[in-house]
């Protein structure tokens, strides 16, 4: 990753100790750690022990989060996660927010993504104010990262809005704070297509997450050249992708996005089935 990401000022992120669950011995979860680091990771997410955490066992908790730390030294961020799903309480998630910053964390996050419920507002103030309340003692801005269950730009407004009325503009920065949501950007490449078509096909185009989405906005917006740098992409090494094809000849014949909506339902079964049996 590091090597194919050289030159684009992209940082690598691993996911350590045993993620999702946390629950494999402290040496197992270190040597992942070290592994990573070793490796070239510029971020390491680490998950809390929340049986440990649940017991009452909070030394166990805390001295883990510092070797994961000391692992990482000043060049690696850590996030700790704190699963907030399974720590019930809002006195639990409050409380270890506070254990985690102290112990070294440069940012908290809430969830793993794999545990409902995940990120919500409720939980995200307690553990702003956590920040908020630790930046007094120490003068250490510590980050934020709410994931899991952000599905749509409008939720992402609103915990943009949390964070900037709980700890103002500072923290309004990809250092200070994240999104953890994939399903997130399906919609805001939605909201760009509706909104500014021509960039949202541009965007795509870089993410290569919806190429034939691009190719089709670009055409029907007059860019053939983007549009064609779309289909070349998809098309890869596989000169006979069906969608890709389809867009390819549909463009060739004459631009028509109802042509194109006709074929997609209609025609496009039998379109792939020729072109795979030339």
Known sequence: AKDYLAGTGIKVAAVSTAFPSGQAPEDVKLLDVKRAV????????????????????????????????????????????LETGELKTYDHVRFASDLAMEAGADFIKTSTGKVTPAATMPVTLVMLQAIADYYDRTGRMVGMKPAGGIRTAKQAIEYLLLMKEELGDEWLMPDLFRIGASSLLTDIER?????HPADGARIILQSEDDLELAATVAYEHGDGALAHRALDRALGDDPKYPMAMLLRKVFAAGWSPE????????LHPKICQALFGE
Request: glycine share 8%; with cysteine; proline share 0%.
């Open 191 to 195: 909201q760009l297509m509706n909104q």
């Open 259 to 266: 042509n194109l909506a006709t074929m997609r339902q209609e």
């Open 38 to 81: 070793q490796l070239g990771a510029d971020e390491i997410d680490m998950v809390i022990d929340r049986g440990a955490f649940l017991c009452g066992n909070y030394q166990k908790v805390f001295d883990e989060i510092v070797k994961v730390k000391d692992i990482c030294g000043e060049r690696v961020h850590l996030k700790v996660i």
